[in-house]
């Protein structure tokens, strides 16, 4: 069997090869997160061809889309991989190169909305289905583009497997029944699962997971029911599906100018502000949707909606690796977008049955927008709180004893005031030596 050869890196290159691993992973974008929000196009012929009512009709996107951020499953296979690849050649314009790699996302709704129509119109939509199948196997041409880097601190956590791996291959020659040699295997491997997801056990991940909850229950009715809304204040089946361009279109912007603009020096260190203002601002377009009624209104929102879409999304990847660091980004990365499709499953049904139930699209909206402030809400609030504690800790310190220096490595605080104390009672017992001569 052909090995794989892995460039190596001590360092994330930051170029090079890297932009074919962007250009691979966008095209990965268009051929999933765009197919799927285009499938809303269809929800008024399924709707019609069923004979069902907007929850049960719904149920059709959300198994889509949420098989899709399931890891292991559908469009994940080649979805997460792609997104965490970038991360392994980029650090210091990975922003930038998140942007360019999630506006595949924007320009394929661009592209394929009107073409869906079109699709739908000329060969109905089974038709239509059939063709987007094909076009979707290019996903088998940007896997050639991933090729393996490893790193310095992935070198080190393959060493380490290595050795456990040696090491239960070694008992098991020797003893490959004893209960020893057993309950050592079981030790080793939970020991390298548990330096794996480590980061489960972190408190900022617990509530960025959280908000990720609320975030994503909140961005998925919107594109399921847009184009729904639209037709029903009177907009044409064109016009609606136009929408959907311009929301695809602001999108590239919002994820390419937005990554930039975070990778900049002023804005580099405050780079999760700038993601919770972006969840912040769709969960306010979202609360002013039901008073738009006409298609010149609807324009603006998509644009706005479509910028700030394109900049949190641009920022999950760069949000999880300051949290979690990049040796463990491809796991994180994989729990987070779990934690998208358990929302992307239940809240466009959810919001349809709203719909069903009130007669309109209000309700459902205000839901949704109220869950992406909450979402934006908690984790500025998280944030304040730690910074507060930080502040506090460091306050009690000096205050206590102006001896005591400290020094702060996340939440985990380490005193040196002893050993200061040691170097005083040695330079006084030296300066008494001194003066006492035997």
Avoid at 142 to 163: F, W, Y
Avoid at 362 to 375: K, R
């Amino acid at each position: 069997m052909a090995k794989v050869n892995r460039a190596r890196s001590t360092s994330p290159p930051d170029g090079g090869w890297g932009w074919m691993v962007v250009a691979g992973c966008f095209l990965v974008t268009i051929c999933t997160r765009a197919v799927t929000r285009c499938i809303s196009i269809f929800f008024v012929d399924f709707q019609t061809y069923f004979s069902q009512d907007y929850a049960q009709t719904a149920w059709i996107h959300s198994i889509v889309d949420c098989v899709t951020m399931l890891c292991g499953l559908g469009f994940a296979l080649c979805y997460s991989p792609a997104i965490a690849m970038v991360g392994k050649y980029f650090s210091r314009r990975k922003a930038l190169a998140y942007g360019i790699s999630m506006s595949g996302s924007g320009i394929g709704i661009f592209i394929l909305a009107p073409v869906v129509q079109l699709l739908i119109e000329q060969f109905s939509w089974r038709g239509a289905l059939l063709i987007l199948g094909g076009f979707v196997l290019n996903l088998c041409v940007c896997g050639a583009l991933m090729r393996p880097i490893t790193l310095k601190d992935d070198q080190t956590t393959s060493e380490q497997n290595h050795v456990c791996r040696t090491e239960i291959q070694g008992f098991q020659r020797a003893s490959p029944s004893s209960t020893w040699t057993k309950e050592w295997v079981q030790t080793c491997l939970c020991g390298s699962l548990q330096q794996e997801y480590s980061f489960l056990l972190m408190s900022d991940f617990v509530v960025l997971a959280i908000s990720v909850l609320f975030m994503a229950y909140g961005c998925s009715p919107l594109f399921v029911y847009l184009v729904p809304y639209a037709l029903s204040i009177g907009v044409s089946h064109q016009q609606a599906a136009f929408l959907m361009s311009i929301l695809g279109v602001i999108d590239i912007i919002g994820n390419i100018t937005f990554g930039w603009l975070t990778d900049r020096r002023c804005l580099k260190n405050y780079q999760y502000i700038c993601y919770l203002f972006a969840i912040g601002m769709d969960g306010l377009c979202y609360l002013c949707l039901p008073m738009l009624q006409s298609l010149p209104l609807l324009v603006p929102f998509a644009c706005t909606f479509g910028y700030f879409d394109g900049a949190y999304v641009t920022l999950i990847p760069v949000v999880t690796a300051e949290i979690v660091g990049t040796t463990s980004l491809s796991s994180a990365l994989g729990v987070v977008y779990f934690l998208h499709a358990v929302p992307y499953l239940v809240s466009p049904p959810i919001a349809g049955r709203l719909v069903d139930t009130t007669g309109s699209y209000t309700a459902a909206f205000l839901l949704c927008g109220f869950s992406m402030i909450f979402s934006s809400v908690l984790l500025g609030f998280a944030r304040l709180v730690k910074k507060m504690r930080k502040t506090q800790l460091q306050f009690l310190a000096k205050e206590s004893d102006p001896k005591l220096q400290l020094w702060t490595n996340g939440s985990v605080a380490y005193s040196v005031a002893r050993e200061l104390d040691q170097k005083d009672g040695e330079s006084v017992a030296i300066a008494m030596l001194g003066s006492n001569p035997t």
